[in-house]
Nanobody
Framework: QVQLVESGGGLVQAGGSLRLSCVAS????????MGWFRQAPGKEREFVAA????????YYADSVKGRFTISRDNAKNTVYLQMNSLNPEATAVYYC?????????????????WGQGTQVTVSS
């Protein structure tokens, strides 16, 4: 079992930045590939970013490439999502997810465990 707890969401103006954190417990983070997803009201959950166990390889959705950065600190069992140049379209609940087996995943079905989510609201 892996427990994930996100934090760092909030209200920010367009053009601003936020950094989300996801703390994992129940398993050593270095053995888990991690991802961030988001879900806006009335929409399906969509992939945002993912990172391999070592942190060497990352992958991003085209919509956030160049503005968001995923990183991890395995010593702190924490994964981060730095979000810059935010726009109102980024408003959603953001979830971190753990993938126990395999490389990077880009669909929700690739992941085994999920956090409870943190709300990000970007005002125009």
């Amino acid at each position: 079992q892996v427990q994930l707890v996100e934090s760092g969401g909030g209200l920010v103006q367009a053009g601003g930045s936020l950094r989300l954190s996801c703390v994992a417990s129940g398993r050593t983070l270095s053995s888990i590939a991690m991802g961030w997803f988001r879900q806006a009201p009335g929409k399906e959950r969509e992939f945002v970013a993912a990172i391999t166990r070592t942190g060497i390889t990352t992958y991003y959705a085209d919509s956030v490439k160049g503005r968001f950065t995923i990183s991890r600190d395995n010593a702190k069992n924490t994964v981060y999502l730095q979000m810059n140049s935010l726009n109102p379209e980024a408003t959603a609940v953001y979830y971190c997810a753990a993938r126990i087996i395999g490389f990077i995943g880009t669909t929700p079905n690739d992941y085994n465990y999920w956090g409870q989510g943190t709300q990000v609201t970007v005002s125009s």
